[in-house]
């Protein structure tokens, strides 16, 4: 047996086993389906569609990155460990909704998350609907910003986003808050740099404490905190062919 990535003392989630069944269930009828994605824009619906093609697996920060794009709230269904952790993102308002506390949805094995399914975000944010929230609803609540740094630094995709690719230039601009990540060490030190300077991915990997993968990671985690410009017109905008 290998040792389950999920933290102890989860909450009781559906098996994987349970929600295929579910789906195939309630997506055998075609309106059902019509009428759900009928709420995704087109445009989001063609950047999902995308990362499937070629016979490549979803990643959920490539479903996330699309979700923050397009500022549409999102549901996405992942697997770890034969069981579904459901996201609901918040791309408005900034927050992210797991039935797990973020601080435990983090301490997993982020490499391991796969994508299941995508829907329409059908939750509401607490106080939105003139309720007033509670304390435990409160807490399933978290910072997107939070949640989308990690899994760019520790999930599963190890290049850059095809937003961000191919030869450009990269800089941090003025303004851009970065407070309550984890920055420490040579991530601190290579935030600092690009606050300072432009530069580019072949630069990156020479700097301490980074390779190509690691530089890749922090491009793809400040783009999605809309903390980094992008410049094709630059004179370092060039990666010498270093293109996904």
């Not at 506390?101 to 059908?122: K, W, Y």
Request: net charge neutral; proline share 6%; with cysteine.
């Amino acid at each position: 047996m290998f040792e389950s990535t999920l933290p102890v003392g989860v909450p009781d989630l559906m098996r994987v086993s349970a929600f295929r069944r579910y789906l195939d269930e309630t997506w055998r009828d075609r309106d059902t389906v019509t009428s759900c994605l009928s709420s995704l824009s087109p445009s989001l619906m063609v950047d999902l569609q995308r990362f499937e093609q070629n016979g490549r697996q979803t990643e959920v920060l490539d479903v996330l990155a699309a979700c923050v794009r397009h500022g549409r709230s999102l549901s996405i269904h992942l697997e770890c460990d034969g069981r579904v952790v459901p996201l609901t993102i918040f791309p408005v308002k900034r927050l992210a909704h797991c039935p797990l506390p973020m601080t435990q949805f983090l301490q997993m094995r982020l490499t391991d998350l796969t994508v299941l399914h995508v829907e329409p975000g059908s939750l509401s944010i607490p106080g939105d609907d003139g309720f007033a929230a509670t304390t435990d609803a409160l807490s399933l609540f978290a910072p997107l910003g939070t949640l989308t740094w990690e899994l760019a630094l520790r999930g599963r995709r190890g290049d850059l986003l095809p937003e961000i690719a191919g030869n450009a230039a990269y800089r941090i601009p003025p303004g851009v808050d970065l407070r309550g990540l984890q920055l420490s060490g040579s991530l601190a030190a290579a935030v600092h740099r690009m606050k300072r300077q432009t530069t580019n991915l072949r630069d990156m990997t020479t700097w301490a404490g980074f390779d190509r993968e690691r530089a890749m990671r922090l491009l793809n985690a400040l783009y999605l905190q809309a903390g980094l410009m992008v410049t094709r017109t630059h004179p370092a905008a060039t990666n010498d062919g270093w293109t996904p």
